[in-house]
């Protein structure tokens, strides 16, 4: 029984000296672990953040040109989407890529300037108070009124892909604390 109880103290003790040693160094845990321990969703993790910081980086050098983005394309009729809400301003539709249950993308009709929030003016003030109203409207029409998250990625240390603003409206799960 002695034995036991010290076999159990000595592996606590070295436990907790490895969680400690992890905790003042910062490290991961799994870090030095053989790959069939980690998880395979965190290395898809990284290697999406990757492509999709390289996405944004390379769309943002041509981020203040005219050119129709596909949002225009999309408000134009052009590229299909599953529209849920529409009116004489604004227009959403659900992500292609949704990282929730509900994931809808919102997007004032006429760009004006507004490729990105950090290039908002005074002009812009009515359009961006409608963009949050739409997004409780938007809200309630796909149930999730009680808690739902919005994003709005600016430029491309936020991943900021297509420069046309535009907010993610997220819901539909637990959603994480923080974002990311």
């Known amino acids: 029984m002695a034995a036991a109880t010290l076999s159990a103290s000595f592996s606590l003790l070295r436990c907790s000296r490895f969680a400690r040693a992890c905790a003042l160094r910062s490290l991961d ?6 790959a069939t321990l980690r998880p395979k969703r965190f290395v898809r993790h990284i290697t999406a953040s990757i492509n999709e910081e390289a ?7 041509t981020a203040d040109n005219d050119a129709p983005t596909i949002f225009d394309k999309i408000i134009a009729k052009e590229i299909p989407s599953t529209i849920v809400y529409e009116d004489e301003k604004v227009l ?5 890529s949704p990282q929730a249950p509900v994931h809808v993308l919102l997007i004032p009709k006429i760009r004006d300037g507004l490729t990105q929030l950090g290039k908002a003016e005074p002009r812009h003030s009515e ?3 409608h963009l949050l109203y739409a997004a409780k409207v ?6 999730i009124a009680d ?5 709005i990625n600016n430029g491309p240390d ?9 907010l993610h409206i997220l819901g539909g799960r637990q959603m994480k604390w923080p974002p990311g």
């Open 29 to 34: 845990p799994l870090r030095d672990a053989p």
């Open 55 to 61: 996405a944004a980086k390379a769309s943002a050098t």
């Open 92 to 96: 959403a539709f659900r992500d292609i």
């Open 127 to 129: 359009i961006l108070g």
């Open 138 to 143: 938007v809200a309630e029409k796909e149930g």
């Open 147 to 151: 808690g739902f998250r919005v994003v």
């Open 158 to 166: 936020a991943c900021q892909s297509v420069y046309h603003l535009h």
